[in-house]
């Protein structure tokens, strides 16, 4: 609780923020659910995907990492509808794509051979036991090309400059149809992998920034790459904010093209951050996705374009 | 004397009338009579030895009145034989010196009208809903209308005349009818400005027995001014939650859910022009500044035929006419708010004006906060800020005209960096009511208004890079016409018609700075226009029965130019459409309105009454919180959209008791609404031109048990409200299809409000208020996705949260009193939530901020214990 920083605050203007507190809520014990979390993309593979459990309580025990409890031993297997069929198998538990620090068996499924072509549609069969889930995803066709990347200070998010640089991406964007994006910034060394090396699932940081063209001019001119970070001690509203470039690191600004199904999953689970108890927002529910058999997560194939900036 | 005596005395008189006229004006002839428990024969006889006048009448006539005392000085003979006929079945006619009693006749078919404007004393304001009592042998009774008109047709004969206004002193007198004829009255005496009074004060609520009107109340201002309330700033809308059937979702806000409805289901009219957003500073103040109000009438779901248009209830709010009767200035000076109003009289009784503004302190107060608190990095540029100005003239043009002409327009400047840091929003109503009161004859009133409502907002998204406007508007005006014509003592005709064009833009938005990754884009007007006409009578069978009983119907047609898309079954994709051009009917809907209330008189102080209802609201605001944004959209019925209706059953009982001091009712309700909407999970609203894909419809039901037991009159005085009531939707696609209960759903739900005067100068008011928890939805259970735990979700408003309650105390201390000068001022010392609980006031889970794996509930619970100071003043 930060209550001594509002203090002052609720007592003035009574009610915007008043003050918050921790609660105890029974959410009452529900049956565990499977999850189900991959991504194909036009950038190389291997691709992951990953196989977990829900959890039925909370607060969730948190050690700083990926704390799902794993689903070892399924058979997950995912086909092109013009290409292979591929069966993956299980993660090597030190591969540093994979977050090295966690060594344990998490429930991580690797492809094996193939790379994902834009327009292709993918299939994913998951069986654990005697239940089986599947999921399809089309990669679309076509993504705008990043023009460019500059990166500059952003005085508004970091009036005192030290920081360091946030990125701009500068693109063309088709108006005649509807289109759905993520951008997204990384320190990256091997910026041609979808997964590429110290770019692993974390759990400080939600790296996607989602928006749709319904108010993108032709040209894109200068769409800063935002991220939802945690570890800021004075928010106690998570909020975008550039994902600060400290001088020297090579990074890497990617764009993906989404279908609209990926969109509306990823800027569900958005909203879910930015909930901040604000009798303003809109009723919280689950993010709609697309495994069928009863199970949470999404299957989705992105197609991605990226601009390297070397400083 | 017997029976052929009045002949032969007439013979007499005829042959004998020597006495000039003078002496046979019976206004004029004036005498002392002292009666000690004499018969009225025995009274005429008195007069006879007094006076050259003579009585003639039959015996059996006045038989039985009887025990007769009273001591007069220096009375004329006619008030004298109006007091001795006064509430008998008696009448008297003159011719010459003598005096003809005769009894009114029962069958007797001719009525005489009794009418005029009903005002304050003090001011000249007109009373709206003061009640008008005529009692002879049998007792006739109306209210008067929002214009303070009233119009009584009754035989003609003697009567005691009984005018009462809740904190005014009753008016009694006894009138002769005779003839249709004028009676403009005056109150004197307003409780909370004068001890004495109170206690002397015989206001009885007779309305509340005797109109055939169920879940209605009316508030004073100064009621609701002595309703202590957070940051001592009084609130139209605040206070009615604390009567029966009326909640909020959101404590602190100005929200109301009637009788299990949603907040957009009330109409708030403020001189009878729309408001739709009746709220500053995102619903925690109501729009409306009380020092320019006169009084607020809530109508809980069967309402009169008059009002349409809105499902749950209708609020209506009057603005004060000004001071017909001398200048004066008032104010006060808060904590959240400053206020100044400046009324008086154009010509003396008979126009008047009013000027009335009101400027929040809460910005200023905010960026001063930043000055103390080093740490407060987020308040930097803060800007809370909201004003309104009302104005209103009233000249009366003759004895039978008289207009209104009233403005109101009220703006909001948010940016709270604390509440949403990338996004500034600011929005404004304003409203114009020009009326027209017509008396085209004493049982026939008229009025005619033209009425204007503007409501725009806008939200600035200061995203990097982004920035952009967003704006939306909508307006609406109205022409009208509203007629009340007493056709007989019996029946009480109301009707009227008139027409409403709308015209909304949705969405617009308006790129801010010149290289913004933004562009203009907008969605198209939604324009649309209503005929409605509606007819009611009041109608009395006997002296105990009385029904009210009419229909209102509504045509409405939503206009072009639009574009109207067919869908596949999941509305995922457009597989047709068609394009409507500018003026064409695109779809147009009727609803007929059905209102019936029977009363029932027990005795003269309790009746029941039962009533069934049907309303029409063609119109929905498309909202996705549970409190509501000032950018909200209102969408008209299309296509898409069909229009809400609900039918509402209401049974009561009522009483007062000991001469009016108390009132109680019991109410009983159930209704059941069609076409309500909700959005789907997830939806995606922004700037969403199909926008019906995200919208779900059903249904909703709600009943409920409402007690009041109110005290009138006293040093001591205020209410006790109980409400028991259940609240729930079903809406497929929503919670699996099964019903679920609204986020407003309180099962019980307690107010106390106590009223006390210490002594002329010193008062003190408390409040509690108590009710269980509302509904909220929480997560079942959490997973993670891309290194992130996230939540799932299962039954919509599923859980319960803990019960609500908080006390409010307030002090006020009024000037000390001088004669000779003119300054009045009061000490307003209030304390919010004395016993500093932490309600709820929204509960969520979401992920640590300081890492996303885990996830946690928090609860928001608003200021804890608030005292406030402020300061009115008048002069």
């Known amino acids: 609780m930060y209550m001594r920083s509002y203090y002052l605050i609720s007592i003035i203007f009574l009610f915007a923020a008043g003050c918050t507190k921790d609660f105890n809520i029974d959410p009452g014990k529900s049956k565990q659910l499977y999850v189900i979390d991959g991504r194909i993309s036009n950038l190389e593979g291997p691709y992951l995907v990953m196989v977990t459990k829900s959890a039925n309580s909370f607060p969730t025990l948190s050690g700083g990492q990926d704390n799902a409890e794993a689903v070892t031993g399924a058979q997950v297997i995912i086909s092109d509808d013009m290409g292979p069929t591929d069966t993956l198998r299980a993660a090597e ?64 998010a970091d009036p005192s400059g030290l920081l360091g640089d946030a990125a701009f991406a500068y693109f063309k964007e088709p108006q005649d149809e509807n289109n759905y994006y993520a951008l997204q910034l990384g320190v990256i060394y091997d910026s041609l992998y979808d997964r590429a090396r110290w770019v692993y699932a974390s759990s400080w940081i939600f790296p996607y920034y989602i928006f749709d063209d319904k108010t993108l001019p ?34 890497q600004v990617r764009l993906f093209a989404l279908t609209r199904e990926t969109y509306e999953y990823l800027s569900a689970l958005e909203k879910q951050f930015l909930d901040d108890g604000n009798v303003y927002k809109p009723t919280p529910a689950s993010a709609p996705g697309n495994i069928s058999g009863g199970a949470l997560g999404l299957f989705w194939a992105t197609y991605i374009s990226s601009k390297v900036v070397l400083r | 004397m017997n029976r052929i005596a009045p002949a032969l005395a007439f013979l007499l008189c005829t042959l004998l009338s020597t006495k000039s006229t003078n002496a046979q004006d019976l206004s004029k002839v004036i005498i002392d009579l002292e009666l000690k428990e004499a018969t009225l024969a025995e009274a005429f006889t008195k007069i006879e030895s007094l006076t050259s006048f003579r009585f003639t009448y039959k015996t059996e006539d006045i038989a039985g009145v009887k025990g007769i005392s009273f001591r007069l000085r220096q009375v004329s003979v006619k008030k004298v034989l109006i007091l001795l006929l006064g509430g008998t079945p008696l009448h008297y006619e003159q011719s010459k010196g003598y005096i003809l009693i005769k009894k009114i006749s029962r069958s007797s078919s001719r009525g005489v009208t009794l009418y005029g404007f009903v005002t304050t004393g003090q001011s000249g304001e007109t009373l709206t809903g003061a009640t008008i009592s005529i009692s002879g042998e049998k007792t006739y ?50 409780e909370n400005n004068d001890l004495q009074a109170v206690v002397v004060a015989t206001a009885s609520n007779k309305s509340i027995i005797r109109r055939p009107v169920t879940g209605s ?19 139209v809308l605040k206070s009615l939650q604390f009567l029966p059937g009326i909640q909020t ?100 009784d008979r126009s008047s004006f009013m000027i009335s503004g009101r400027y ?198 939503a206009l072009g130019d639009a574009m109207v898309y067919r869908y596949n079954a999941d509305t995922s994709a457009v597989i ?165 209960p609204a986020n407003y759903d309180h099962r019980h739900n307690l107010s106390l409000v106590y009223n006390q005067m210490v002594s002329r100068r010193l008062s003190f008011s408390a409040n509690w208020v108590y009710r269980t928890g509302g509904h909220t939805t929480i997560p079942v259970g959490s997973y993670v996705f891309n290194g992130n735990r996230f939540l799932y979700y299962s039954t919509r408003n599923g859980y319960t949260m803990p019960p609500y309650h908080r006390l409010d105390l307030s002090v006020t201390l009024q000037g000390r009193r001088n004669e000779r000068r003119k300054w009045q001022g009061e000490w307003v010392f209030s304390v919010y939530n004395v016993y500093n609980r932490k309600n709820i006031f929204a509960l969520y889970t979401r992920q640590d901020a300081l890492d996303f794996s885990d996830v946690k509930a928090s609860m928001v619970y608003l200021v804890g214990i608030l005292p406030t100071l402020s300061y009115n003043f008048k002069f």
């Not at chain 2, 035989?155 to 002193?169: A, E, R």
């Not at chain 2, 109340?217 to 609130?235: N, S, T």
């Not at chain 2, 602190?252 to 708030?268: A, K, P």
């Not at chain 2, 009302?390 to 207009?403: E, F, H, Q």
Request: charged share 20%.
């Open chain 1, 218 to 251: 032709p040209y894109v001119n200068g769409m800063e790459v935002l991220a939802l970070i945690a570890g800021a001690v004075q928010d106690e509203h998570a909020r975008f904010k550039p994902n600060w470039i400290i001088p020297y690191d090579p990074v």
């Open chain 2, 576 to 740: 047709d459409s068609t394009h409507y051009g500018k003026g064409k009917i695109v779809k147009a809907y009727f609803g007929a309105e059905p209102r019936v209330t029977a009363r029932l008189l027990l005795t003269n102080t309790s009746s029941i009454k039962v009533s069934y209802g049907r309303n029409y609201q063609f119109q929905h605001l498309l909202t996705n919180s549970s409190v509501g944004l000032p950018t909200d959209i209102w969408m008209p019925s299309d296509a898409w959209f069909k229009p809400q209706y609900s039918d509402q059953f209401a049974a009561g009982g009522y009483k007062t008791f000991l001469n009016g001091t108390y009132e109680g009712s019991v109410e009983l309700y159930y209704r059941k609404s069609y076409n309500i909407i909700d959005f789907r999970d997830n939806a995606e609203i922004f700037l969403n031109d199909k926008i019906e894909t995200q919208i779900l419809t059903g249904q909703a039901k709600g009943y409920g048990l409402e007690f009041l037991l109110k005290k009138n009159k006293g040093a001591s005085n205020g209410w006790i409200s109980y409400t028991y009531s259940k609240s729930l939707r079903q809406i497929d696609g929503i919670n699996k299809n099964q019903w679920y």
């Open chain 2, 249 to 348: 979702s959101n404590e602190g806000t100005t929200n109301l859910s009637v009788r299990g409805g949603s907040y957009d289901q009330n109409l708030v009219l403020l001189d009878e022009a729309p408001v739709y957003n009746p709220t500053h500073t995102l619903g925690f103040f109501s729009a409306f500044n009380t020092d320019a109000i006169k009084d607020v009438a809530i109508y809980k779901g069967v309402f009169p035929t008059q009002y349409g248009g809105r499902l749950s209830s209708v609020i209506d709010v009057r603005m004060k006419e000004g001071n017909s009767k001398e200048q004066t200035v008032s104010g006060g000076i808060g904590l959240l708010a400053s206020r100044l109003t400046y009324e008086g009289p154009i010509i003396k």
């Open chain 2, 360 to 557: 929040s302190n809460i910005g200023a107060l905010m960026n001063m906060s930043q000055n103390f608190h080093y740490l407060n990095v987020h308040t930097t540029d803060s800007r809370v800020a909201f004003y309104d100005l009302n104005a209103k003239v009233n000249p009366i043009l003759g004895s039978k005209d008289r207009l209104y002409l009233s403005a109101y327009t009220g703006h909001d400047n948010f940016f709270l960096d604390l509440i949403d840091g990338s996004s500034r929003m600011k929005w404004g109503n304003t409203t114009l009511s020009a009326r027209w009161n017509h008396v085209f004859n004493p049982s026939f009133f008229a009025n005619t208004s033209l009425l204007y409502s503007n409501y725009r907002s806008s939200n600035i998204n200061l995203d990097v890079g982004g920035s952009y406007e967003l704006q939306s508007r909508l307006r609406e005006i109205t022409l009208k016409t509203d007629m009340e014509w007493m056709m007989d003592p019996k029946n009480l005709i109301r009707f009227g018609a008139g027409i409403t064009g709308q015209e909304i833009s949705p969405g617009k938005i308006v790129p801010i700075d010149t290289n913004a990754v933004a562009k203009g884009v907008s969605l198209k007007d939604r324009r649309s226009a209503q005929l409605f006409a509606y007819i009611s009578n009041e109608q009395r069978f006997g002296t105990r029965l009385s029904l009210s009983y009419g229909v209102r119907a509504t045509g409405f047609a």
């Open chain 1, 93 to 156: 538990q030190r591969d540093v794509r994979y977050d090295p620090a966690i060594s344990a068996d998490r429930g991580y499924y690797v492809t094996t051979k193939f790379t994902g072509m834009p327009g292709h549609t993918y299939h994913l069969q998951v069986r654990i036991g005697d239940e089986t889930f599947q999921a399809s995803a089309s990669m679309p066709a076509s993504v705008p090309a990043i023009d460019s990347v500059v990166l500059k200070k952003d005085l508004v």
């Open chain 2, 217 to 235: 109340h009316r508030l004073d201002m100064a009621e609701i001014k002595k309703i202590p309330m957070a940051g001592g700033e009084p609130d």
């Open chain 2, 141 to 190: 009774f109306t209210t008067t209308n929002t214009y303070g008109f009233y119009s009584l047709t009754v035989p003609p004969g003697t009567y005691l005349f009984n005018c009462s206004y809740i904190g005014l002193t009753d008016l009694d007198k006894t009138i002769d009818l005779q003839e249709t004829s004028r009676n403009n009255i005056e109150l004197a005496g307003k």
